[in-house]
Every structure is written in structure tokens, then in C-alpha cells.
């Protein structure tokens, strides 16, 4: 018995069958004629439910994924269920329905030893070593039934900003199923985030995410006013407009991209702020219920803090004031509108000198796929649809199905469940060894690239890159002046959409991930760079070397297309700007340059 409990065996446990998961559906909301949501929703159920290791559930925004978690706490034999949840509207919401459905549950924080058939737990505790140990306890005591992250797509499109999103990842460590739930990941990100939670070929069950009951707008300010005082306004006249809203019960939300625009509109609405800054979680629950049971209160004003995971029913408008961040976060933000069912409403005001920018070479995809929408040159539920969703599930609201049509349209024409048996089965374990194997290779990618970079180190990599003479300093080149220009030109070229380096990426003196130069870190005291003039240099000459094109095409083709940058490898300055783009190395954050480098330092004679 203590080798099983030390190696951490599971012991099989049983799978339901979809027919006896909706009786025990049924109990638990009281409710004899409950029906699942969608075929969707079933299979991933009873996917839940089959002890698969490793689940990934897209479902539309309120297409009943909190049954996923919430149902397998009161069925028998099914073991505790830790929910981790990135935000705190999320936490005050979800506490209060298990409340109203009778569920033991407990949050978790440091010191906590008990258990209960629900855990939440934040991001920032859920990527302690702390809770790492907990989990590892309940699993190997047989008591661990699954983790469960809630809004999984945070941790590829948040991870940037939020550390404890790149770090939960570790906690595929612990020896028990994984189910990721959200309702926005599209098809183009899926095997990044795969990689990014160390998942090994999991199951997936994607649905449409269309919400068929939301009317999609767009409209330009008409400069009467800012355009904070215009979104004012036509909020009001939303809220004034004869048997448009429910003024019992509806509510408004109104998104901006900033805490000092939220602080201002709300001012403008005398409503409620909600932003990150709003103060501690106890207070956001607290101003989220006060919004919420006051009928005199129709608006609040918010960033992307109050987005995924908050579940109001009767939001009847959201509206966004200016560009939303990206389409993602747009469809999360848009989706807290209509859950009741009934019809509702989003609409994006833009700025009156608004212009599109989708003719960027250098912008990537999701920034396209936003634009796309944005234009209106075609029905908006495609452009949504067309960017989340697999292409057999494309939409259109064009009348042949139950869709609310769109602006653009309303302006002219535009499986089965198969029985499980009552069997019981062991569930095998891919995490410990996909994270082991993830950081061999990074060890592996890093140590090899630092041992290059101290060989080249003192000579020039721009005409090593050229393939010319290089056995002298870069400082010294006479074709150095080159470079600069183009490296100017590269910088002033993207300040409009932003610093020319992705922050946090790289160095910004050599370009090198921080894993290699820590200069930046006023700690690390270095006033040096110790790689100084190797990365940017030698991508720019890898480009003007002849044959350099076909180099680059074979090898980041793909990953330029990707990135929006499909003319990266004959336009130098969309080629610079592209380097700068963060991306994936050595199992941390860098730079496309930096990638390019450490493939030519490999292979200087292949080009």
C-alpha cells in the first residue's frame, strides 16, 4: 500500500454514461426537465467523465462549461476537483451559484491542508510550490479527481503580463486529469497553447462559438464631442429608448482600453469602475453586487478586468469605446451580453478619424483578423467565426438560420452521443515526462546558443552574414553605417503601433533574451552587454546575403506568414520589424532575431 500511495497509482474509477450524468444533472439544479445545452456540451461531459488525462473544451460563451466542474462534485467516487480560476470576477460569481446549489467547496490559501469536493484556487496561488505540494498530496492519496482551468486561453494571450499564467503550466506535474475550458481559442493558437500547458495529443471538443442572439454593430463617432462623451450619450439614449432594455433588470457595460478613460466615462455616467485597480477582491464582488441589485444603476464602465468568466444573464449592451485589444478578448468581452437567451446587443464606437490599418505588412493575425471585423466589408459573424472557430463551423447571419443579423447584413443581402459501458479503466499520466522533456530541450537550445554566441564573440556577424571577410570587429566595419540606417528606419517605422522590441523579450542594447544578458535588471550590475553587435547584425546580413531569401523562406517562412509578416523576406524593413516580434526560445520569451541567429550560427556553411 505505501509503494502505491508513493508512486502515485491511480485506481480505476468508473465512467458514466450521458444518460446518467443528465439525471444527475437534473438533481442537482432541481430540475426534471433539464436538457443539455448542446451535443457540445454532452460530449465533452461525458469526455469529463471518461477519465481522459488530458481535456480541451471550446464551447461559446455561456454554453453551460461550468457543468463540466460543477456536476462531477456530487457524483459518487468522483474525487475532488480543484478549479482554478484567473480573475476575480470570476471568484465572487461562481462562489455564490455553488452556494445556491448546495456544493461543499473551499478557496484555497497558503496553509490550507482540508479538502472538499470543490477547490478554487487563483492563478497566483495555483504557480506556488505551495499548492504544487498540496495537489501532489491529494493525488497521491487517490482523493485528487481532476484540475480544472477556467478561461485556459489566459494562459497563452495573458501570459506576457501575468507570470503565474507561463508558470501554471508546472502544475501538469501532478498526477491526475487536466481539463481546460474556455470559449476562445482559436484553431491558429491551439498548438501553441498545447505546448505552453505541456499537453501531449489531447482530446479536444470544440463547438461553434457563434452566439446566435447577439446583433453585431460598429459605428463611427460623428466628432461631436470626445469620444467618451458621444459613447456617454448613446449609452443613455440605449438605456431611454421605449422597450429596448428591461429597466428592471438590464444593465449595460461599457469597455475602454485604459484605467484613466474608465475613471472619466464614469465620472460622465455617475456609474460604477471596475478595473484591475479597483481594489482588493473582497471590494470588486462588492461593487459588482451593489451594480448589479441597484436598478438605478444601469452602466458600468470597465477594462478588460471584468471580461471572461462574469455571468450577469441580463446584460442587454456591451459597448466598446474605440478598438478592443484583439478579437479574442473582443469576443469574450462582447460575450457577457444576451446570456438569458434573449437578443442583445454589441457595439464597437470608433473614434471619427478611425482608419483601418490591415494594410501593415508587419501586423500579425490576430491584429488582422480584428481589422477584418472592424471594416465591415463583410457580415461580422463571419469575420468572428472565420478567426474562432474551424471552418466547417464558418457562420453568416443570412437568414437561413436563427442568427440576429449583423449591421452589414441587416444593410442588405448578404453527432450523436454513443453509449459508454459501466466499465472501469486506469487513466495514464503525460505530464511529469512532457515537462521534463520540454525543459531538456530548452537546457539543450540555450546552452548550445550561449556556446556560439562565445565563439563568434569580437568578430563581425554582419559580413559573417554576408559571407564576406569577417575576421574583425563589428565596431570597425565599414558597412556598419548600413545597418544603422535600417535599424533606424525599423524603429521609427513602428512607433506608431508600438516600441520596435517586444517588451520583456530581449535586451534592448543586444537583443538577447534576458536568460543570456540581464542587463536591464539594475541588480544584475552590469553595464555591458556581453554579446554586444552579434544578433541584429547578423540577421541583417543572413538578408542581403545572396540566397539569404531562400534561407530565411525555408526555415520561418511559415512562422512569418503566421505573424502577419508575409513580405518579411524582400522588404528589410518589414524583415527588421519582424525580428523584433516576440517569440519562443528556449523554452522562454525572445525575439524572431534571436531565432534567426542561433539557426545561422548553426549552419554557416548551408547559406
Known amino acids: 500500500m505505501l509503494k502505491r500511495i508513493a508512486v502515485g497509482v491511480h485506481r480505476p474509477r468508473k465512467r458514466w454514461s450521458a444518460a446518467a450524468l443528465l439525471k444527475c444533472a437534473r438533481g442537482l439544479y432541481h430540475d426534471d426537465k433539464l436538457?443539455?445545452?448542446?451535443?457540445?456540451?454532452?460530449?465533452?461531459?461525458?469526455?469529463?467523465?471518461?477519465?481522459?488525462?488530458?481535456?480541451?473544451?471550446?464551447?461559446?460563451?455561456?454554453?453551460?462549461?461550468?457543468?463540466?466542474?460543477?456536476?462531477?462534485?456530487?457524483?459518487?467516487?468522483a474525487g475532488v476537483t480543484i478549479l482554478v480560476l484567473p480573475l476575480v470576477s470570476l471568484r465572487g460569481d461562481l462562489l455564490r451559484r455553488v452556494q445556491?446549489?448546495?456544493?461543499?467547496?473551499?478557496?484555497?490559501?497558503?496553509?490550507?491542508?482540508?479538502?472538499?469536493?470543490?477547490?478554487?484556487?487563483?492563478?497566483?496561488?495555483?504557480?506556488?510550490?505551495?499548492?504544487?505540494?498540496?495537489?501532489?498530496?491529494?493525488?497521491?492519496t487517490q482523493q485528487l479527481g481532476r484540475v480544472v482551468i477556467d478561461e485556459a486561453h489566459l494562459t497563452i494571450t495573458a501570459s506576457e503580463y501575468r507570470h503565474a499564467m507561463a508558470d501554471l503550466a508546472l502544475i501538469r506535474s501532478v498526477r491526475t486529469q487536466f481539463v481546460y475550458l474556455t470559449a476562445t481559442l482559436p484553431p491558429m493558437l491551439q498548438a501553441a497553447f498545447e505546448r505552453q500547458n505541456n499537453l501531449v495529443k489531447p482530446k479536444v471538443v470544440r463547438a461553434s462559438t457563434n452566439r446566435r442572439n447577439l446583433s453585431y454593430l460598429v459605428q463611427r463617432a460623428t466628432g461631436q464631442g470626445s469620444l467618451l462623451e458621444e459613447g456617454a450619450r448613446r449609452a443613455r439614449d440605449a438605456w431611454r429608448a421605449s422597450g429596448l432594455l428591461d429597466q428592471t433588470r438590464d444593465k449595460i457595460i461599457l469597455y475602454v482600453r485604459t484605467r484613466e478613460e474608465a475613471q472619466d466615462l464614469g465620472?460622465?455616467?455617475?456609474?460604477?469602475?471596475?478595473?484591475?485597480?479597483?481594489?482588493?477582491?473582497?471590494?470588486?464582488?462588492?461593487?459588482?453586487?451593489?451594480?448589479?441589485?441597484?436598478?438605478?444603476?444601469?452602466?458600468?464602465?470597465?477594462?478588460?478586468?471584468?471580461s471572461a468568466g462574469f455571468d450577469y444573464p441580463h446584460v442587454r449592451l456591451v459597448m466598446h469605446l474605440d478598438e478592443p485589444r484583439s478579437l479574442v478578448d473582443f469576443a469574450q468581452e462582447s460575450g457577457r451580453a444576451g446570456r438569458d437567451g434573449r437578443e442583445a446587443y454589441s457595439a464597437v464606437l470608433l473614434p471619427h478619424k478611425w482608419q483601418s490599418q490591415?494594410?501593415?505588412?508587419?501586423?500579425?493575425?490576430?491584429?488582422?483578423?480584428?481589422?477584418?471585423?472592424?471594416?465591415?466589408?463583410?457580415?461580422?459573424?463571419?469575420?468572428?467565426?472565420?478567426?474562432?472557430?474551424?471552418?466547417?463551423?464558418?457562420?453568416?447571419?443570412?437568414?437561413?438560420?436563427?442568427?440576429?443579423?449583423?449591421?452589414?447584413?441587416?444593410?442588405?443581402?448578404?453527432?450523436?452521443?454513443?453509449?459508454?459501458?459501466?466499465?472501469?479503466?486506469?487513466?495514464?499520466?503525460?505530464?511529469?515526462?512532457?515537462?521534463?522533456?520540454?525543459?531538456?530541450?530548452?537546457?539543450?537550445?540555450?546552452?548550445?546558443?550561449?556556446?556560439?554566441?562565445?565563439?563568434?564573440?569580437?568578430?563581425c556577424l554582419l559580413c559573417r552574414g554576408l559571407g564576406e571577410q569577417w575576421d574583425h570587429q563589428f565596431t570597425k566595419c565599414h558597412q556598419r553605417f548600413d545597418f544603422f540606417r535600417a535599424r533606424d528606419q525599423a524603429r521609427r517605422r513602428g512607433q506608431g503601433r508600438g516600441p520596435w522590441i517586444s517588451a520583456f523579450a530581449a535586451c534592448y542594447w543586444c537583443y538577447n533574451p534576458q536568460s543570456v544578458c540581464q542587463r536591464a535588471d539594475p541588480a544584475s550590475g552590469l553595464?555591458?552587454?556581453?554579446?554586444?553587435?552579434?544578433?541584429?547584425?547578423?540577421?541583417?546580413?543572413?538578408?542581403?546575403?545572396?540566397?539569404?531569401?531562400?534561407?530565411?523562406?525555408?526555415r520561418f517562412g511559415e512562422q512569418a506568414v503566421r505573424a502577419g509578416a508575409a513580405g518579411a523576406f524582400n522588404d528589410v524593413d518589414v524583415f527588421l520589424s519582424w525580428c523584433g516580434q516576440v517569440a519562443e526560445f528556449a523554452g522562454g520569451k525572445g525575439i524572431w532575431g534571436v531565432k534567426i541567429a542561433a539557426a545561422a550560427l548553426l549552419e554557416f556553411e548551408a547559406y
Open 267 to 306: 465620472s460622465l455616467l455617475r456609474c460604477p469602475v471596475y478595473t484591475a485597480m479597483a481594489g482588493t477582491a473582497e471590494e470588486k464582488q462588492e461593487l459588482l453586487r451593489t451594480w448589479l441589485t441597484t436598478p438605478e444603476l444601469p452602466y458600468i464602465v470597465a477594462t478588460s478586468a471584468l
Open 358 to 459: 490591415a494594410g501593415n505588412a508587419g501586423m500579425d493575425v490576430e491584429t488582422r483578423a480584428l481589422y477584418r471585423y472592424l471594416e465591415g466589408r463583410e457580415c461580422r459573424r463571419t469575420c468572428l467565426s472565420a478567426h474562432l472557430d474551424e471552418a466547417s463551423e464558418l457562420r453568416q447571419c443570412d437568414g437561413t438560420r436563427d442568427d440576429v443579423a449583423c449591421d452589414v447584413c441587416s444593410s442588405g443581402p448578404s453527432p450523436s452521443h454513443v453509449p459508454r459501458d459501466d466499465a472501469t479503466e486506469a487513466m495514464p499520466h503525460t505530464g511529469s515526462a512532457a515537462i521534463h522533456e520540454k525543459r531538456r530541450l530548452a537546457y539543450l537550445e540555450l546552452s548550445r546558443y550561449k556556446e556560439d554566441l562565445l565563439t563568434v564573440k569580437g568578430t
Open 35 to 77: 436538457q443539455w445545452k448542446s451535443a457540445a456540451q454532452e460530449r465533452a461531459m461525458t469526455v469529463v467523465m471518461s477519465w481522459t488525462e488530458q481535456v480541451v473544451v471550446i464551447l461559446g460563451t455561456g454554453e453551460g462549461k461550468s457543468l463540466l466542474f460543477m456536476l462531477p462534485c456530487v457524483l459518487p467516487d
Open 100 to 140: 445556491e446549489l448546495g456544493i461543499d467547496h473551499l478557496v484555497w490559501a497558503p496553509g490550507e491542508e482540508r479538502d472538499a469536493p470543490l477547490v478554487f484556487v487563483t492563478v497566483e496561488a495555483a504557480s506556488t510550490s505551495q499548492f504544487r505540494a498540496y495537489a501532489h498530496r491529494l493525488a497521491a
Open 527 to 554: 553595464e555591458q552587454c556581453r554579446y554586444a553587435d552579434i544578433v541584429m547584425p547578423l540577421c541583417y546580413g543572413v538578408f542581403h546575403k545572396t540566397g539569404g531569401e531562400q534561407w530565411l523562406q525555408e
